[in-house]
């Protein structure tokens, strides 16, 4: 089976009780949960039998440990995950607003989680694997760009493919260097994975269908477009392939985005067509919004498989 | 007035709804609650109407702000206290244990406050201080270090005063160059405001009396040994003044030797008999338990004055 790398932040995400409720007075929070995007997205590769690892850095505290244990104990390979004495695991805390929105405070850029680099274990992890997943969220200092385009040549000169899932709040585009990354990014990328709006960061488009048609002129091979709770469309030079997502109880819909991207690439590696894939990613996506916490609603392989099984819903339409 | 000024670190507090609660698996939590040793001093000091101002950074967040707006409103100084973009505010997650100690897990040393510094701000801070007032936990960097050391300087050169809560945990004794700059401190310190074993820690003597006896011999004008919930000893050259602690119900530990120093360096500037100064330091310091939050228990003084006229306990024995 094909080997997937990410690189970018591991942090853990503390969160507000209460819709609306302020960051900026003491109130009720639950946490400390895994989190990190780039984290979430390996973890459901590797919870779903597929071989992957990541590349980041924590501190020598709490945090790192449990997010460097949950990810082993999921089977992902941790070898590359560096743990600094003297420095912070990253952290963001946040608050669901009653309009869908969300408001954090964070510290990923001068946490442990910004002092990831390309060591021995990083080129050991990248020399053995066929695919690089880029997370927009992780492209977050000179530092973390550099890691992550080296991962991407890296496994270019391998002959292996990128996916690139952008992934960023829109106030982060204006950021310097940003820009420019997420174009050197988008540039040697296969699989480029959008979620409503970031569809159109990149193009001149402002309509999906020639949104998509103008990525795909300049030499991705997939577009997958993400649209939540409704499902996802899938475009090649040949198809179109939407799905309906799963009809499930909300309860926190963080990182089901990064869910569904790892369920979707995971069935890419392994050659299932698009329609298998997307409704697998849908059910990912799908499970995750069912428990509190980032990773919390992370399934295994099989679990996805028997939600499938006992869901009437969610085909391709 | 006499005018006092700290340095040091202001943090958000999170602290864990249970006792012996992990911090390294989700839970229920409690915050952010302003927070920072010093802060909780300068805090408790303001709000007893004394002049006082700190010396520290925060970052551009919720956290920050909620700091700052907090001693503000009580009437601090904070025109020292800098803001910075792109850095993150600290942090102290803190979980108790079933024998009372307390596990953390901070982010300080490498958060916004480890950015103070003697700008133009807090040189005219302390150009128009009396005293200063250092927390032991303050020392936590190099840079740091340096600014407490500057700001002890400038107020012994205008003819002030120097307060000391040594305010450390063990572990950090042995960081490098931990004792030298207690030492330094220590020098240069009037009065001294150990808890509990931190007495031993700069002494042969392994007595209180001996203890203190060696401290003064060193030219400390006055110490003070903080015992919680069972008062305080004041000590000076010619006298032992014992105080009882006021009985009250404890929800909440954190900061009470904090608003205790601050009790009594007040008092003390304000030429108070210990008895006095003992006395009300420890209605500060028992106000200041039965709240949750390091700094919501801290009172005013007339709220302190008439929690210790309706209390038939804590007088001086």
């Known amino acids: 089976m094909k080997k997937i790398v990410s690189a970018g932040e591991i942090v853990v995400e503390i969160m507000a009780d209460r819709l609306d409720q302020s960051l900026a007075e ?48 999921w089977g992902a390979d941790v070898s590359a995950v560096t743990v600094h004495k003297g420095q912070a695991t990253g952290t963001a805390f946040v608050a669901y607003r009653a309009d869908g929105s969300r408001h954090f405070v964070f510290n990923i850029k001068n946490s442990a989680a910004g002092l990831m680099e390309i060591g021995h274990a990083a080129q050991a992890l990248l020399a053995g694997a066929d695919h690089f997943h880029v997370m927009g969220s992780s492209l977050f200092s000179e530092r973390a760009i550099a890691v992550i385009l080296a991962g991407i040549e890296t496994i270019k000169r391998q002959g292996g493919t990128v996916s690139f899932d952008p992934n960023i709040r829109k106030e982060m585009i204006e950021l310097p260097g940003m820009r420019e990354a997420l174009n050197q990014v988008l540039a040697r990328t296969d699989l480029f994975l959008p ?37 996802a469309v899938y475009y090649d030079r040949h198809r179109r392939v939407p799905a309906i ?45 069912t428990r509190k916490g980032p990773m919390e609603g992370i399934a295994t392989f099989g679990d996805v498989q028997a939600f499938i099984s006992n869901s009437t819903e969610g085909s391709s339409s």
Do not use: Y
């Open 26 to 73: 003491p109130g009720l929070l639950h946490g400390p949960f895994p989190s990190g995007a780039p984290a979430i997205f390996i973890g459901q590769a590797a919870r779903l039998g597929q071989p992957a690892g990541l590349i980041s850095a924590v501190g020598e505290d709490d945090f790192g440990q449990m997010n460097i244990d949950r990810l082993r104990n």
């Open 195 to 231: 979620s409503g709006e970031e569809l159109f960061i990149f193009t001149k488009a402002a309509d999906e269908a020639s949104a998509v048609a103008e990525m795909l002129g300049q030499g991705i091979s997939a577009v997958i477009v993400k649209k939540g709770s409704e499902g």
């Open 245 to 289: 997502g799963f009809s499930v109880q909300e309860v926190d819909p963080t990182g089901a985005g990064d869910c569904f991207g790892a369920g979707f690439v995971t069935h890419w590696l392994r050659g299932a067509k698009p329609e298998e894939a997307l409704r697998f990613a849908c059910a990912c996506g799908a499970l995750a919004v």
